[in-house]
């Protein structure tokens, strides 16, 4: 029989027969890099020769260079406001505020090297992007057999909004990165190491305070805090006090809220402005009433199609929370819970949670499984993705907004 330390440190659940067997980190970057190389090629083509939506009211970058013009859309510009000329608050209106900084800093410190914030950007999206996809082969493979990793793998990087992983503006590339870098060590045992990945999750963007708590319950399952699986039976004899290093994971969140505190005297001045954005607790969030308001109002065709398909990305999701738990456990089920459940409440009607999404990796991991070894229908849902996300990409180059 195992010992108690042994068992409470072991991968959970048990690795399956053959999953080593499961090919080299080299060939997730090789798949990503392909998609890549797709994706790029439709956006270009998109902004060089097909109609431009009438509804971006953002500045167009890159006139001269097609192939970057299409990443930088949207939340581009704020981050780039960021980057160049740091943080404002601007009594009520919207302020940069209302976006974390590792992201425009790291974008800020690329620029030195390859010039030009926008660019830096783009390439840093791609870097994270890619960063995600060998870190989930990784995971994958020593969770599942080579059938559900590739399968898993391909999943997330086909999904149709998971254009934000090849070169979009956008800080989710990077927050899903740290997520997974810090789960990946987490489950080495070293939970310090995992504590400054949560860190830089946590100063990406606000939902990355759900990678505290999804680092914290995996580490207590870890030692054996669960009793027989269950959190309601709690035996802490096991915890170690290295294992206090997840806890690092909030100096991130809490490094920004300083930072708002010293320079606006308004440490959450980031939540402040999102009313500014239609955002903010109440009924008409938690109910969706604007969703329902908007949904029968299709000004922008390709954005009211993404904007009906992010219910039923957030309804799947949900749907898959399950099977994470006894899959892989209470830490990684609480996390994709969280990760989930918690975005689906705050946005006031689904949008954005087709982008949401990609950090509940575990989702994708069992959605992988469960198609594995049902040949047809996952070939039907890779195409379907791929197709999708061909589409949006090129719609989102263009300007429409879905995401």
Known sequence: MLSREAAATRPHPPEPAGTREAGPWWWAALLFTGVAAVLWAVAWASVSHLPQSATYPGERYFPRRPWFAGWARWDAGWYKEIADYGYTLVPGRQSTVAFFPA??????????????????????????????????????KERLSPAAAGTALSLLLLFPYAYYLYGAVYADALLVAAALAAFLLLERDRPWLAGLAG???????????????????????????????????????????????????????????????????????????????????????????????????????????????HPVVTVVALALVPRVFRRFGWGYGIYSLLAVGLAAIATKDFFGMGRYVLAAFPCFAVAGELLADRPRLRTAALAAGGAGLVVMTSFFARGSYLS
């Open 103 to 140: 992201y425009p800093l790291a974008m800020r410190a690329v620029a030195n090297v390859v010039g030009g914030t926008l660019v830096a950007g783009i390439l840093l999206t791609a870097a994270s992007g890619l960063a995600v996809a060998t870190a989930l082969w990784k995971w994958c």
């Open 199 to 309: 860190a830089v999750a946590t100063a990406a963007r606000p939902m990355g305070v759900v990678v505290v708590v999804g680092l914290v319950a995996r580490a207590l399952e870890r030692r054996g805090v669960f009793a027989q699986g269950s959190p309601r039976r709690l035996d802490l004899s096991g915890i170690r006090g290295k294992d206090a290093g997840v806890l690092l994971s909030l100096a991130g969140l809490a490094a920004y809220c300083v930072y708002l505190a010293v320079r606006f005297d308004d440490p959450f001045a980031f939540a402040t402005v999102e009313k500014y954005w239609g955002q903010g607790a109440g009924p008409r969030t938690w109910f969706k009433v604007e969703f329902f308001e908007n949904v029968g109002n299709p000004a922008d065709r390709p954005a009211w199609l993404a904007y009906v398909a």
